[in-house]
């Protein structure tokens, strides 16, 4: 049974760091590009960061480039994100989700999400 | 401010047809890209409901259904159930964003 369960999640200081995993079971891995998406409270959602099925390629949105790292440990079946600078508006659940990665071309849509895992940036 | 502009609320009494609309650009929608559809149940997270315009994933209702023309694309929900009601997302792909998604759309069936 396929399973995308997110973890590291907490209450942190702005200008802080933090470090959230995504651990992936019971699918191949490395035939899913991997994504980030999160949620603030009470709001729509919001594309964060992409990775290659293959890791080679990383793509960010512009509220988020430059103090988030995507990472993925295809070994492990782990799918991290590297957050620092951390600002009071990255408070949200924070989703990982794949996307089908099928003949070369990646399909667009996120085919299935994890339950989140929150993060509260505040003094 | 979204870049896929949906309206923030419908509402449809049960065994209803509801249609939720999603707005897009010349930059995702009208460039050809694909339209995709979630539902978020209260305190859950996102469910995929459409893939590329009009695909349904296997074991959504066939209640459920997608369309897209140029700059726009549509969710229709037939035979409107109390378990229906949810947030609903459209998403795409931007040339300058990469993936984007609407605001959001709360269903209410009365």
């Known amino acids: 049974q396929e399973q995308l369960v997110e973890s590291g999640g907490g209450v942190v200081q702005p200008g802080r760091s933090l470090r959230l995993s995504c651990a992936a079971s019971?699918?191949?891995?490395?035939?899913?590009?991997m994504h980030w998406v999160r949620q603030a409270p009470g709001k729509g959602l919001e594309w964060v960061a992409l990775?290659?099925?293959?890791?080679?390629?990383?793509y960010y949105a512009d509220s988020v480039k430059g103090r988030f790292t995507i990472s993925r440990d295809i070994s492990k079946n782990t799918l991290s994100l590297q957050m620092n600078s951390l600002r009071p508006e990255d408070t949200a659940v924070y989703y990982c989700?794949?996307?089908?990665?099928?003949?070369?071309?990646?399909?667009?849509?996120?085919?299935?999400w994890g339950q989140g895992t929150l993060v509260t940036v505040s003094s | 401010q979204s870049v896929l502009t949906q309206p923030p609320s419908v509402s449809g009494a049960p065994g209803q047809r509801v249609t939720i609309s999603c707005t897009g650009s010349?930059?995702?929608?009208?460039?050809?890209?694909?339209a995709h559809w979630y539902q978020q149940l209260p305190g859950t997270a996102p469910k995929l409901l459409i893939y590329?315009?009009?695909n349904r994933p296997s074991g959504v209702p066939d209640r459920f259904s997608g369309s897209k023309s140029d700059t726009s694309a549509s969710l229709a929900i037939t035979g409107l159930q109390a378990e229906d009601e949810a947030d609903y997302y459209c998403q795409s792909y931007d040339s300058s964003l990469s993936r984007v998604f609407g605001g959001g759309t709360k269903l209410t069936v009365l």
């Open positions: 990775i290659s099925y293959d890791g080679s390629k990383k």
């Open positions: 989700a794949r996307e089908p990665y099928i003949s070369g071309w990646y399909r667009g849509d996120f085919d299935y």
């Open positions: 010349s930059s995702n929608l009208g460039a050809g890209f694909d």
């Open positions: 019971g699918f191949t891995f490395s035939n899913y590009a």
């Open positions: 590329n315009n009009n």
